[in-house]
């Protein structure tokens, strides 16, 4: 018996949508990480970017346990000495709530060339609407 390996060349990627209203943030990321990866599917290589595209909407209702919303912070930093600032997770979903699930997705995927490729398949909304209609996604029941 042979082993399938998957060729870029002979995969079709679908379009799936995800309501992350209401859904907990790692939990759901693991899920959009997997589908990502296209771990879910009978074909999975993993040097093969198997995964399907991924839009994400209601990203503002993305729900969180015990008091991450005030104690998880986010760093940036410059790259000038003494220029790394922190942020709350609280500010953060005032100011860009698609930041937090693409952090936490970001964080579940290896970190390779195959990992950009992957990370430029998933599209986030804060709200409900979404450009990809002409796309047909289905809808992901988490």
Same mark, same amino acid.
């Given at each position: 018996m042979k082993t399938y390996l998957?060729?870029?060349?002979?995969?079709?990627?679908?379009?799936?949508?995800?309501?992350?209203? $209401?859904?907990?943030? $790692?939990?759901?990321?693991?899920?959009?990480?997997?589908?990502?990866r296209g771990r879910d599917k009978p074909g999975y290589t993993p040097h093969v970017d198997t995964g399907d595209f991924v839009v994400v909407i209601n990203a503002e209702k993305v729900a969180l346990t $015990?008091?991450?919303?005030?104690q998880n912070q986010y760093m940036f930093y410059s790259g000038f000495v003494g220029n790394e600032?922190?942020?709350?997770?609280?500010?953060?979903?005032?100011?860009?709530?698609?930041f937090i699930i693409q952090h936490a997705v970001k964080g579940m995927l290896?970190?390779?060339?195959?990992a950009h490729k992957m990370m430029t398949k998933l599209k986030i909304y804060a709200g409900d609407k979404h450009p990809h209609e002409s796309q047909n996604p289905e809808t992901v029941v988490l």
């Open positions: 998957a060729k870029k060349e002979t995969v079709e990627p679908q379009w799936k949508v995800v309501d992350a209203s $209401g859904q907990v943030l $790692g939990r759901l990321a693991v899920k959009i990480a997997t589908i990502l $015990g008091k991450k919303e005030e600032k922190y942020r709350s997770l609280k500010d953060m979903r005032a100011r860009k709530p698609e290896p970190k390779n060339r195959l």
